[in-house]
Each structure stands twice: as structure tokens, then as C-alpha cells.
Nanobody, 121 residues
Framework: QVQLMESGGGLVQPGGSLRLSCATSGMIFTFNDMAMGWYRQAPGKQRELVARITGQGSTNYADSVTGRFTISRDNAKNTVSLQMNSLKPEDTAVYYC?????????????WGQGTQVTVSS
């Protein structure tokens, strides 16, 4: 069973930093084939893309986090991370790890359970 496990969430003051990590297990896909992304969902809002990185390392970010957040992946360890700096209260949300792409002949799309990030003084 494929599992994506997020860690690193918590409570932080405005202007602070957090680093989220996502580990994969039970993979039935080739990690390098998959784009890895971080999404977030705040109360009463739709889930939105925060950052995404392809297997080749190309990245894209939501405008609201560009210059503050950095996504990275370690293809040897099958992990993806999100470094979040200069956090704002509006970054408060549940953050989800996602893996999607074509691998081993099938399109695959997996989600983690989410980790809470709260930015508050």
C-alpha cells in the first residue's frame, strides 16, 4: 500500500520558518517518474497548489509563496521537502503531500493525510 507521510508541521510565529517533509513507502511506482507537490487547504477554502517539483527538478510555485518557500526532492531517499520562510498568518492551513504522474504503465495520483501549519502570535 502506497503511503505518503508528512511531518514537520506545527505552530510558528509570523516571520518564522518551518520545514515540511514527505516520506514515501510501499511504492509501486518509480519515484523519479513522479511529480511531487505540496498543496494546502485552509478552513472554508479549496485545496490549492503551493509548490510542485518534477522528477527532473523543474519547480513551480503559487504566487503567494514565491520567494519565501522552496521545494526540493531527494530521489535517492524518495522524499520531498518544503522549506517555508517568512511565514504569514495566511499560510495557516493543512498541508498535503502529493505524488502524481505516469509510472510503470499507469497514471498514479497519491495523497498524504496532511500536516497542520499554524502561523500565529
Amino acid at each position: 500500500q502506497v503511503q505518503l507521510m508528512e511531518s514537520g508541521g506545527g505552530l510558528v510565529q509570523p516571520g518564522g520558518s518551518l520545514r515540511l517533509s514527505c516520506a514515501t513507502s510501499g511504492m509501486i511506482f518509480t519515484f523519479n517518474d513522479m511529480a511531487m507537490g505540496w498543496y494546502r487547504q485552509a478552513p472554508g477554502k479549496q485545496r490549492e497548489l503551493v509548490a510542485r517539483i518534477t522528477g527532473q527538478g523543474s519547480t513551480n510555485y503559487a504566487d503567494s509563496v514565491t520567494g519565501r518557500f522552496t521545494i526540493s526532492r531527494d530521489n535517492a531517499k524518495n522524499t520531498v521537502s518544503l522549506q517555508m520562510n517568512s511565514l504569514k498568518p495566511e499560510d495557516t492551513a493543512v498541508y498535503y503531500c502529493n505524488a502524481d504522474g505516469w509510472s510503470r504503465g499507469s497514471y498514479r495520483d497519491y495523497w498524504g493525510q496532511g500536516t497542520q501549519v499554524t502561523v500565529s502570535s
